[in-house]
């Protein structure tokens, strides 16, 4: 596998030419069941596995899993500010200090529940949703793009089975 594949198993996100019901009730049903595919992949995973990085210079699955946790955190809110706030500008922050922070060398069980939580309610959110706010905006303060709710619905997605594709290829290297 090449250092591009390690780092990008399923490929780089490219955001939909079209936003049919199908595909979006498919990336609603991606965020839905991510939690327990995350769960059933780390179930069995020793300390030494869970340290192991999913590629040179690369996050250990731990890490993956809290960022996952913290980046998904950011997104409900994202969704929020953009459900009660006019295209507000959402904020940014840098994942890869944050993966350096103590809470990260903890077991991922609190990681796993937090997930559990938040796709819970995003997914009682994204069933709510009228198409009119599915069209609702941010401004991402780092592109300055705005982005419409249903492509940040589509994005985590991706993001989602992005880092359970770095999992499962780390297990498949054990």
């Known amino acids: 596998m090449t250092d591009e594949q ?3 198993p399923i490929g ?14 498919g990336w609603i049903n991606d965020i839905r069941v991510l939690p327990g595919k995350l769960r059933n992949v780390t179930l069995r995973l020793t ?5 192991t990085q999913y590629r040179t210079g690369g996050w ?18 994202r ?39 938040i796709h819970q309610r995003l997914v009682t959110l994204f069933e709510s949703f009228t198409d009119e706010q599915w069209n609702r905006t941010f401004v991402h303060p780092e592109t300055g793009a705005t982005i419409p709710l249903k492509r940040n619905l ?9 880092h359970l594709a770095h999992i499962t290829e780390t297990i498949k290297r054990f």
């Open 6 to 8: 390690s780092k990008y």
């Open 12 to 25: 780089k996100f490219a955001p939909p030419v079209s936003y049919t019901e199908h595909a979006m009730n």
């Open 47 to 51: 300390e030494e596995q869970l340290d």
């Open 60 to 77: 250990t699955i731990r890490q993956v899993v809290h960022h996952v946790a913290d980046s998904h955190m950011n997104s409900i809110i």
């Open 79 to 117: 969704f929020k500010w953009a459900l009660t706030e006019e295209n507000p500008t959402i904020k940014a922050y840098e994942e890869g200090d944050w993966a350096l922070l103590p809470d990260y060398r903890l077991p991922i069980e609190p990681s796993l529940k937090m997930l559990e939580g």
């Open 154 to 162: 589509a994005l985590y997605s991706w993001h989602g089975k992005h």
